[in-house]
């Protein structure tokens, strides 16, 4: 029989509403991963951000980070691989934003030391600041006073946010002018009430490229992963894994392709899942 292994999205799916792992799915998934189960996650997040909610469980195998753009060795804090965004369409980009209505992103890269760095402008609009509040202390931030794609670096997504009437301009004019040399996020946010997410990445950049990638590092067949999503930007671990299974508060275009749907983020529905299929021994939590 092949080796079978497990990969889950982060927020919205193992992540309750408040951005928490229970004691349950800790408790699951470490038992699991001590047992032999091969499990880990794929997140928009990068390492630092995703670290501070699930640090509690030890991630012995690469994760995929950043929407598929990074496989990251989280127990060693080493770069595996990954796609980087063409410095020349980086900073087109940044200036296609500027130009129209003065918006400018977050940049996602990496520096020439491997270190994971966001850099940005002053922040003045709501959603950029309620972004930059709700990570304190991520050490990745770094206000500069005008924003480019510095030498060295190696772009790994770049994040406009805003009201969906202040980001279309800018998904349009960015899609019209380099088409299919990047790959496209546009999606609503899960915390930041009525705003949205463009994110601007390597065509390559994404979850179904990044699963493939991450099963070639791991020596495993996408057919023999199965998959847990929520949102529009799992529909790539949904196109590339054998088995899909989506949370109950999953958005219907997910659950219209899953094979299963199973419990709810804030209902253990992953670790719930796992636990049933593997069939391992563990101790109960008291209350279970």
Known sequence: MARQAYITDLDGTLLTSEQKLTDY?????????EQGAIISFSTARGFISAASVVSEIAWKYPLILYNGALIYDGMSGTVIDGYWLDCFISKEIISIGRQ?????????????????????????????????????????????????????????IITFIGLLEELQPVHQAVKHRFGNKLQIHFIKDLYIKDHYFLEFSHPQGNKSEGLKLWAQHIGLEPQDITV?????????????????????????????????????????????????????????????
Not at 126 to 140: C, Y
Not at 249 to 260: G, P, V
């Open 25 to 33: 799915t800790i408790q699951v998934i470490t038992a699991a991963m």
């Open 228 to 288: 847990f999503g929520d949102h529009l930007n799992d529909l790539g671990l949904f196109a590339a894994a054998g088995t899909r299974i989506a949370v109950q508060n999953a958005q219907q275009e997910i659950k219209a392709l899953a094979h299963q749907v199973i419990a709810s983020n804030n209902e253990d529905g992953v670790a719930r899942f796992l636990e049933k299929t593997l069939m391992y021994k563990k101790e109960r939590i008291p209350g279970e």
């Open 100 to 156: 129209l209505g003065g918006i400018t992103p977050f940049y996602f890269s990496l520096d020439d030391n491997d270190r994971e760095r966001v850099l940005h402008e002053p922040l003045k609009r709501e959603g950029d600041v309620v972004f930059f509040n709700s990570r304190p202390g991520d050490k990745r931030f770094r206000e500069v006073d005008k924003l480019e794609c510095p030498a060295g670096h190696r772009t790994l």
